[in-house]
């Protein structure tokens, strides 16, 4: 069964870190482009960070270069998102998702992990 689950989300303070994992099962990750995208309370999800597979381009968008990074486990047909420096609009649930390169749109998603920052 084809699936990406979430995890590690949480309550975390103001200029606090917290590191998301999407595990994978059912496909080989590296062979996919890969995102990570988030949706805040009354707003439409937007994407945050892409990956692609073939050359391995990362790019960031600009409300998070520099405190977010994204990495990956082959090993463990898992990706992680490091997220430092938290700030209260970042808080949203956090989606990862995984497509073939010549897929017009994300083929596999997650249901999903809550990013709460909060003092």
């Known amino acids: 069964q084809v699936q990406l689950v979430e995890s590690g989300g949480g309550l975390v303070e103001p200029g606090g870190s917290l590191r998301l994992s999407c595990l994978a099962a059912?496909?080989?990750?590296?062979?996919?482009?890969i995102g990570w995208f988030r949706q805040a309370p009354g707003k439409e999800r937007e994407g945050i960070i892409c990956?692609?597979?073939?050359?391995?381009?990362?790019d960031y968008d600009e409300s998070v270069k520099g405190r977010f990074t994204i990495s990956r486990d082959n090993a463990k047909n898992t990706l992680y998102l490091e997220m430092d420096n938290l700030q209260a609009g970042d808080t949203a649930v956090y989606y990862c998702?995984?497509?073939?390169?010549?897929?017009?749109?994300?083929?596999?998603w997650g249901r999903g992990t809550q990013v709460t920052v909060s003092s």
């Open positions: 059912g496909f080989n990750l590296p062979f996919y482009n």
């Open positions: 990956r692609t597979s073939s050359d391995g381009r990362i």
């Open positions: 998702a995984a497509k073939r390169a010549f897929a017009p749109e994300y083929e596999h």
